[in-house]
């Protein structure tokens, strides 16, 4: 009795902590990214620092059922630093888009003539957008595809190709992340 009173005692106690832990959106993101605020933290974030960051997205990892967990690092990238004391008009986020992640960035119509499926990273994407974040497409992507502009979902832009749009958000002051 006493041992099952004990384990039943450890095992509520460790799942209430781990429920107490657990990461959740927002709140720049509330359909994706989901973060967890670091409290305890020993590195500080700077107050006032512009967070200028440019994603390259090239996979498509998972189902096309699914969101692309491309753009949910994106939305945690938001989401962890305002649950962390960032404001939003800190971060200046831009996602270059090619190789297979350009399929989560089409429009519903495209997405379904190829998916038979709507577009199941339209709402993340237009939060995104919605945060702020730019979209650029890969020109060089979409014409080996036979897709065009009109293809995509409206926030994305497209540039020449993936390789310009980065040398230029780079070189523009923007940190790549990969």
Same mark, same amino acid.
């Given at each position: $009795?006493? &041992? %099952? !009173?004990?384990? @039943?005692?450890?095992?509520?106690?460790?799942?209430?902590?781990?429920?107490?832990?657990?990461?959740? @959106?927002?709140?720049? /993101?509330?359909?994706?990214?989901?973060?967890?605020? /670091?409290?305890?933290?020993? &590195?500080?974030? %700077?107050?006032? #620092?512009?967070?200028? &960051?440019?994603?390259?997205?090239?996979?498509?990892?998972?189902?096309? @059922?699914?969101?692309n967990?491309?753009?949910?690092? /994106?939305? %945690?990238?938001?989401?962890? #630093?305002?649950?962390?004391?960032?404001?939003?008009?800190?971060?200046?986020?831009?996602?270059?888009? #090619?190789?297979? !992640?350009l $399929?989560?960035?089409?429009?519903?119509?495209?997405?379904?003539?190829?998916?038979?499926i709507k577009?199941?990273?339209?709402?993340?994407?237009?939060?995104?957008?919605?945060?702020?974040?730019?979209?650029y497409?890969?020109?060089?992507?979409?014409?080996?595809? +036979?897709?065009?502009?009109s293809d995509?979902?409206?926030? &994305?832009?497209?540039?020449?190709?993936? $390789?310009? $749009?980065?040398?230029?958000? +780079?070189s523009?002051g923007?940190?790549?992340?990969?």
């Amino acid at each position: $009795m006493f &041992v %099952r !009173t004990a384990c @039943t005692l450890f095992f509520a106690f460790f799942a209430s902590s781990v429920l107490a832990q657990a990461p959740a @959106t927002g709140p720049y /993101v509330d359909s994706g990214g989901p973060a967890f605020e /670091v409290a305890d933290r020993d &590195v500080p974030l %700077r107050k006032g #620092h512009k967070y200028r &960051v440019v994603f390259e997205a090239t996979e498509y990892p998972g189902e096309v @059922t699914d969101a692309n967990r491309e753009f949910t690092i /994106v939305a %945690r990238f938001l989401n962890m #630093h305002g649950k962390n004391g960032i404001p939003l008009e800190d971060m200046d986020i831009a996602v270059v888009i #090619h190789g297979k !992640t350009l $399929m989560a960035a089409l429009n519903d119509d495209a997405y379904e003539k190829i998916n038979g499926i709507k577009n199941p990273n339209l709402q993340l994407l237009n939060d995104l957008a919605d945060a702020g974040v730019k979209f650029y497409a890969c020109g060089q992507s979409l014409g080996f595809r +036979q897709w065009d502009k009109s293809d995509l979902a409206a926030p &994305v832009q497209v540039g020449l190709s993936a $390789m310009t $749009m980065l040398v230029t958000l +780079q070189s523009d002051g923007y940190a790549l992340l990969p």
